[in-house]
């Protein structure tokens, strides 16, 4: 190497050094206000059903159904669309399960009833191809000032308006 390279390759050695060791006592330090305020700006609080109230809205859709002798799936997904609890009733059907989850995941992704989200597809059919998705009566959002934070879906009774009829149960047992 010349010497200039030599050079040029020290001093960029020691100031990665210094920006190094500055770092580090810069880390250790006290974070100032607006750091901080930088820090939380990467981050928001977002709100979640408990177990309990995911498991008291299922069991107030049952409910609603079997005083109606319909027999059919309940299930309360997260807003991610993660399934929290699915309550399958007395001779519900086979395909029930899946159909409850599914309109749950779509109630909660929309942030609307499934039955509402069912009309659009005449203006958007390929809207029915987004994967675990089932655009039929029988699912309904969970929200939190205005936001989706679950989905709640029931299956297995002979028409979507008796299963979002359930579905809203359940919601109604959240006191929203």
């Known amino acids: 190497m010349n010497t200039r390279t030599r050079v040029l390759t020290g001093t960029a050695l020691v100031v990665a050094l210094g920006a190094g060791t500055f770092?580090?006592?810069?880390a250790n330090a006290a974070p100032s206000a607006?750091?901080?305020?930088?820090?939380?700006?990467?981050?928001?609080?977002?709100?979640h059903l408990t177990i309990d109230a995911?498991?008291?809205?299922?069991?107030?859709?049952?409910?609603?159904?079997?005083?109606?002798?319909?027999?059919?799936?309940?299930?309360?997904?997260?807003?991610?669309?993660n399934t929290i609890v699915t309550l399958r009733g007395d001779g519900a059907g086979p395909q029930s399960y899946e159909s409850a989850q599914r309109k749950a995941y779509t109630a909660v992704s929309w942030n609307a009833p499934t039955s509402v989200l069912a009309g659009r597809?005449?203006?958007?059919?390929?809207?029915?191809?987004i994967p675990g998705t089932l655009f039929l009566g029988g699912g309904t959002?969970?929200?939190?000032?205005?936001?989706?934070?679950?989905?709640?879906?029931?299956?297995?009774?002979?028409?979507?308006?008796?299963?979002?009829?359930?579905?809203?149960?359940?919601?109604?047992?959240?006191g929203n």
Not at 34 to 47: I, M, P, Q, S, V
Not at 63 to 75: D, I, S, Y
């Open 54 to 81: 995911a498991t008291r809205a299922a069991q107030a859709a049952l409910n609603a159904a079997e005083k109606e002798n319909q027999r059919v799936t309940v299930a309360v997904v997260d807003r991610n669309g």
């Open 34 to 47: 607006a750091a901080k305020k930088d820090g939380e700006r990467n981050f928001t609080t977002t709100t």
């Open 141 to 174: 959002p969970v929200q939190a000032k205005g936001a989706p934070v679950a989905g709640i879906g029931v299956a297995g009774a002979p028409s979507g308006d008796l299963d979002e009829k359930y579905a809203k149960a359940g919601v109604e047992a959240l």
């Open 23 to 26: 770092g580090a006592v810069t």
């Open 121 to 129: 597809l005449a203006q958007a059919p390929n809207l029915k191809d």
